[in-house]
C-alpha cells in the first residue's frame, strides 16, 4: 500500500491544503524552540506543543499565505530564507491590523441633524423578507398575498414603484 501525504495548513481557521493549492509552498515549524514557539502562538495554535511539533518529523505545516513577502527568495513564494528566520504574522484573526489605516474605516455622508431628528429615518432594516410589507399611498401591501389594495381606484404603476421603492420619501428616478 502506497501512503501519500497532504500538506495542510496548522493554522487555526486556515483551509489550505496542497490538493486545492499545489503551487503554494508549505513549510515545517522550526527546529529553534523559540522560533517554534512563536510560530505555534502567532498561528493560533496554543493547543500544540513544541514538544510534539519536533516529534511529528514535519507532519505540522504553516503555508506561504502567513508570511510576508520579505522571507521568500522568489515572487513564487515557494521557498522561505531560513536565514532570516522568518515569523509568519499574517492570521485571519490580525487582518485588520496589517490593513492600512485608511482602508479600515468607512465614510458615510449621513444627513445634518438639522435636517431630520428621527434617527429611525436614517436607515432602514429588514429583519423577515417573507414578512416585508411595502407602502403604497400609506396602504400596506404583502408580497405574499393576492389582496393587493383595500383602495377601490387600483393604479398598476403605482403598485409597481412601491414594489421596487421600499422608501416612500426616495424620489424614484425612470
Known sequence: MVRAYVYVCAAKKCYNTWLNHPNKGFF???RN??????????????????SVVEKSNGYYKLCSDHFEDKYFTDHTRTK??????????IFINNIA??????????????????????????????????????????????????????????????ISKALVNLNPETELHE
Open 28 to 30: 515545517c515549524f522550526p
Open 33 to 50: 524552540r523559540e522560533l517554534c514557539k512563536t510560530w505555534l502562538q502567532n498561528s493560533g495554535r496554543t493547543d500544540l506543543e513544541v
Open 80 to 89: 522561505l530564507i531560513r536565514a532570516q528566520q522568518p515569523v509568519p504574522t
Open 97 to 158: 491590523d496589517l490593513l492600512p489605516q485608511g482602508s479600515q474605516t468607512l465614510d458615510i455622508d449621513l444627513p445634518d441633524s438639522s435636517e431630520n431628528d428621527d434617527p429611525s429615518t436614517l436607515c432602514e432594516c429588514v429583519l423577515d423578507p417573507s414578512e416585508l410589507m411595502v407602502q403604497s399611498e400609506r396602504i400596506p401591501i404583502s408580497y405574499h398575498s393576492n389582496q393587493v389594495t383595500k383602495k377601490k381606484d387600483y393604479d398598476p404603476d403605482t
